[in-house]
Nanobody
Framework: QLQLVESGGGLVQPGGSLKLSCTVT????????IGWFRQAPGKEREGVSC????????HYANSVKGRFTISRDEAKNIVYLQMNNLQFEDTAVYYC??????????????????WGQGTLVTVSS
């Protein structure tokens, strides 16, 4: 059974960095595109970044381009989200999600059904 577990969230000052991990169990990364999403209090969930099952394609929301980097470690079956120059507006619960189809993940489609439990990122001075 495919399961996703996020970790790495925490409290960071503006301009700081955090690295989130999405540990995948049940299947290898070769079969699934993985996406990072976030939801801030009172706001709708938004897509942050995603990576294809082959690792050859990535996508970033405009709001994080140049600051966030998605990567994966196939040996460990983990997808990372390196977040640099964090800003107040990056405060949210961050989730990872998986689907065999990259576009389903990239668009945050309603058909995206496998999600982790989330990890909280708080940017505060």
């Amino acid at each position: 059974q495919l399961q996703l577990v996020e970790s790495g969230g925490g409290l960071v000052q503006p301009g700081g960095s955090l690295k989130l991990s999405c540990t995948v169990t049940g299947f290898t990364l070769d079969y699934f595109a993985i996406g990072w999403f976030r939801q801030a209090p009172g706001k709708e969930r938004e897509g942050v970044s995603c990576i294809s099952s082959s690792g050859s394609k990535t996508h970033y929301a405009n709001s994080v381009k140049g600051r966030f980097t998605i990567s994966r470690d196939e040996a460990k079956n983990i997808v990372y989200l390196q977040m640099n120059n964090l800003q107040f507006e990056d405060t949210a619960v961050y989730y990872c999600a998986a689907d065999p189809d990259f576009e389903t993940v990239r668009t945050g489609s309603q058909y995206l059904t496998v999600w982790g439990q989330g990890t909280l990122v708080t940017v505060s001075s």
